[in-house]
């Protein structure tokens, strides 16, 4: 086995493992003696080193951020999205890291882009994160246009002032509709239980809560929630899917989103015991 095809084999086995294998696991899945190793690179860092990986040990887990450059490197050589072809063909690491944390590959350019927003790189990959934007089409909605509307459009924001939403029912908690996840936490404990839930924690960590969940007569399991204002904001707040049971949100706006979600916004417009959307 050469150098390079240890290198390449390395880098395979991280992104099978989710992590650095330590020198012994490597040599036992790849079927390779220590001896080989050690006449190639010596000390099983400086083969880590070649591979561009961190000396973090056995229990390494490859860096959102090394992610990110590897995947906006192989965009930006493109000029677009790469599939998940193009990006086993040119980049460092796998598509398997980034298929984990984002439980798909058509939810992986939501959530570089959102890294790359979380982490200020707007400068440094401004080419990348214009290309991102338009493959996920995420253009402002047209202008209302009916003239009632523009009447009720027309006021300036007044600077130092609270914003509200829209007026609710007399059946909602909330006498305007949320603007803000704190807002939708209030809304999901006033309908949590008629909803099949009974909230057992909630917490400034992700997930933000954990509730009981009805799932048949006499029968409850813990469910794992993340409250967003909107759906999306999952992605963009750089969640793993794979720590979370259900989103609840005021505003369902991730088609494609591979978890339950409950949008609140059609239930409180209605009144008591009606249900909420599922998606």
């Known amino acids: 086995m050469s150098r390079d095809e240890i290198i390449i084999a390395i880098r395979k086995c991280t992104e099978d493992l989710g992590r650095v294998p330590c020198l012994e696991e490597f040599t036992k899945i790849i079927g390779l003696s220590k001896?080989?190793?050690r006449r190639e690179f010596g000390p099983y860092v400086n083969a880590l080193e070649a591979c561009g990986l961190k000396r973090h040990g056995c229990g390494y887990k490859i860096d959102l951020k090394d992610l990110f450059e590897d995947w906006a490197t192989?965009?930006?050589s493109l000029g677009r999205t790469p599939t998940m072809a193009?990006?086993?063909?040119?980049?460092?690491y796998t598509t398997k890291a980034l298929v984990k944390r984002y439980g798909g590959w058509k939810h992986v350019a939501m959530g570089m882009l959102g890294y790359a927003r979380e982490a200020?790189?707007?400068?440094e990959w401004k080419d990348v994160m214009d290309i991102t934007a338009d493959s996920l089409k995420l253009t402002q909605p047209p202008?209302?246009?009916?003239?009632?509307?523009?009447?009720?459009?027309?006021?300036?924001?007044?600077a130092g002032q609270p914003v509200y939403g829209l007026p609710m029912m007399t059946?909602?908690?909330?006498?305007?509709?949320?603007?803000n996840e704190a807002g939708v936490m209030v809304l999901f404990?006033?309908?949590?239980?008629?909803?099949?839930?009974?909230?057992?924690?909630?917490?400034q960590a992700f997930p933000d809560c954990e509730a009981m969940r009805e799932i048949e007569p006499e029968r409850c399991q813990p469910t794992r929630i993340e409250f967003e204002y909107e759906s999306r904001n999952f992605l963009m707040h750089l969640h793993?899917?794979?720590?979370?049971d259900l989103i609840v949100c005021w505003k369902h706006n991730w088609p494609e989103c591979p978890l339950e979600v409950l949008e609140l916004k059609t239930m409180t417009w209605h009144a008591p015991g009606s249900k909420g959307k599922m998606g």
Not at 143 to 158: F, I, M, P, Y
Not at 240 to 244: E, F, L, M
Request: one cysteine or more.
């Open 189 to 203: 404990g006033a309908v949590a239980r008629e909803q099949g839930f009974a909230i057992t924690r909630v917490q």
């Open 143 to 158: 202008a209302r246009t009916s003239v009632q509307e523009k009447n009720l459009l027309t006021g300036r924001r007044v």
């Open 86 to 92: 193009e990006y086993e063909a040119q980049a460092k």
């Open 240 to 244: 793993p899917v794979d720590g979370c």
């Open 74 to 76: 192989v965009a930006r």
């Open 35 to 37: 001896h080989l190793m």
């Open 120 to 123: 200020r790189l707007e400068d």
């Open 171 to 179: 059946a909602s908690p909330l006498v305007y509709a949320p603007t």
